[in-house]
Structure formats: C-alpha cells, structure tokens
C-alpha cells in the first residue's frame, strides 16, 4: 500500500499539523522529509495545545514511529529541547526516530542567517533567522555536518573545523562570540549526540519496512508550494522543496511509494515574510481574517500578511504536487464576509492577463489579481459535521474551488480544535488501513 503525502499548498500557515494529527492515527508511520525548525504547527488536543517545531505531530500517538528524514535540517537544541518538553507533559516519545543523514544546524548558521539578512536590508526575505538556509547551502557545498558525525568527537571536531574555515570573514564580526568557539560547539554537540542516539536510525529503512509490509506511511511536509526553493517566489522562498516529489528524496523512497497527495490550503491566503502576494488585503477585510484567524505565526511571533483565496496559485500547486485531494482550512474565519473574491487570473499593469501562474518575477510582483465574486455566508460554522449542513454560499465556495482546480476536497476546517472538520467523502480510515 502506497504512502499519503501532505503538503502545503500555499506560502505555509496552512494547518497540515492537524490533517497529519488526524490522519495519523491510522498510518504506521509519519515522516517528515525537509525544512527544520523554521516550521512551527499547532495542534489542540483535549483543550491542551501543543507547538510542534521538528518532531511530527504523530508523536501524540503513543509508540507511532515518527521519523525525521534525511532531508530535514535539524537544530539539536531545539530538538532536545522539545522532546523535552514533551516527556515533562507525559507524552511517549520513544516512537521517535532521526536520520543518522539528517544536516545539523550549528550556531554559526543561525548567526549568518541573522547576519545575511541584515546586510540584505529592505531587500530582506524575511526569514525565520533560525540559520535553514546558511545549513541547506552547506549541505550543497558539502560542508555539512550530519547527525551521525554527533557520533564521533574526531570527525565532528574535524568536521566542524573545515565548515567554519571558509565562513571565517562572514563571522567576523561575531568572532568573540562563545558561540564560536570550536572547543565548546564540539563539545555541546557531543552532548547532544549522547542524548539523541537512541533515537538515531536508518529512516528510509523504516520506510521501506513498513511499506513493504502493505502499511501506509505518511510524509508530513513543511512550509508551502509557494515558498519551495525551485518553484515558488524565488528568491522569497525558503530553501529546500516542500512540494510532494521531495518526500522521495527526503524520505528515500521512490516516486511509486506516494498514492496519494494531499494539499492542504487555507479558505484564503495568509503569507510570512517578503514576497509577491497579488491577493493580499491591507484594508479591514485583512484585519478581519488576521484576528478571527488568529494569523501570527508559530515559531516568530510575527503577523501573517491575509488576503483572498488565490486560484491561480492554488492551481499551480495542484499541478506540481499531482495533488489527488485538497484540505481546505478555516473555512469558519470567512462566516460573515457579505461577498467573497477569489482570483482567478492576474493583470499586468501594462495590460496582459495571465491564467496561469507566471513564471517571471517582475511579472507576479507588479501583477494584480482579477476576482470572481462569490456571495458570503453567515453563522457559526463551527459544530458542522457534514457538507449537507453547511450554508448554501459555503457549499456554493468549496464547489467553485474544486471544479476550478479539478482537485476533490477531501477535508474542510471549521474550527481550531481536533473534532472541528467535516470529511466530505469517505473517511479514509477505509483506504489508509494496512492491507
Ligand atoms: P527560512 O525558511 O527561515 O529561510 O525563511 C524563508 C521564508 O520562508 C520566509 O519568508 C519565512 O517567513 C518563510 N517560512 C519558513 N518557514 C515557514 C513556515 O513554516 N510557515 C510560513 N512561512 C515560513
């Protein structure tokens, strides 16, 4: 039985945390395959809310193999820190499971994240200054340094030594700092290494083993579509691919592994961070979505910018992730909006119009989004369980959505806690059982 990818099909934000908790019941095991701890998910359980920042929401499950793949950058502070934080509440962690392949993020590539986008400026990315970026460009470079190297004071001293050596005039400025220091970064990570191994393991191998045995295992993805290293808003993107073909890579399975691709999208639009968004709102509609969504984001505290549900993105995103269903989040936040807008092309201001997403930066960052306007709903959605009870406009919305994309929703969000969806075909409990 194949594997279930979840994505995200916007620029992040999109509530995958939860889908995963709900799905992750029934799968044998969860693994996330890029991004690091710049992504941050929430998930409320039992009124108890949990952040998650690296290890999969399917830890909440007691004893489910929840793994860090290969492909993810781990901080092992951060790590540490919220495993942690997690066994001080009760919660079982031994079903976690980390890449011996996996990168590390080391001190001096937060330091150069923070450093990089000061010199950039009002150029800024906007990043989550939690030095992703400065660790994924080591990995390329092959100057990384991996999870198994915690495993070994020689390799990692030596390791360390040649990776800091050609970032010297960078870190300049941060020279004195004892974050620096050789002796006490292979040192702390020595420590870490101790504290993690148990947890070290050959993560494709478990993929492989479960899968083998007709279970199905499924690959959380971080951050959005938009924000994927080769096709989203370059360079405002974040920088590994969070579309559904790198949970092959990194998980290490193969493309004949994933059967089904979720991808997951709020009612509207929200972004973190610089780049083009040609729905944002900067009128009362935007605050309206930012405080009934709650849009401030999980790991920096910053405002999410909010705008109207982009089709033309969205579709581009069903196309590069082969998307076999969508989720759509939050419906409830739109309840009282008199007229919906949802784009469906874009505008150029010398005139053009574009259909289809455009690949050509000066394009998006000047374009202006052209909307179909689809009347609002009204009430509390909140306790809806099933579509039939939903407000006529609000069926009327997820109808124009799915036919625009071609994509079944599978899932609609009405509410912040766990029980607060509605499944609009079969549960997949039927599909997602082990043979
Ligand atoms: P980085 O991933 O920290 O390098 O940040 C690059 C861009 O991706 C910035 O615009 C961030 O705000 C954005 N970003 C990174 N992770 C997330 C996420 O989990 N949700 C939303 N935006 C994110």
New binding site residues.
Partial sequence: MPGIAIV?AQ???EGKGKVTDLLAEQVEMVVRFQ??N???HTIVRDGEVFKFHLVPSGILYPGKTCAIGNGVVVDPRVLTEELDGLRRRGVDTSGLRLSANAHLIMPYHVLL?TAGEAKLGKLE??????G??PCYADKAARLGIRVQDMLDEKILRKKIMAAMEPKRPALRDFAKSPELDLHAITEEYLTHGHRLEPHIADTAHLCWDALGAGRTVLFEG???TL?DLDHGTYP?????NPVAGAACVGAGVGPRDIGEVWGVAKAYTT?????PFPTELEDGIGRVLRERGSEV????G?D?RCGWLDLVALRYAARLNGMTGLVLTKLDVLSGIETLRVAVGYRHPEGARFDEFPYHQSILHTAEAEYEELPGFEGDIGGVRREQDLPKEAREYIEYIADHLGVPVQLIGVGPGRDQVIWTGEQPSLSLRAA
């Fill in positions: 995200g620029w992040g934000d991004g690091g710049n992504a941050g994240d990315i906007g990043t989550t200054r939690r992703i970026g971080a951050q959005g924000l405002f993107v974040t920088s590994s972004r973190v961070g610089a780049g984001g999980t790991t920096t910053r999410r």
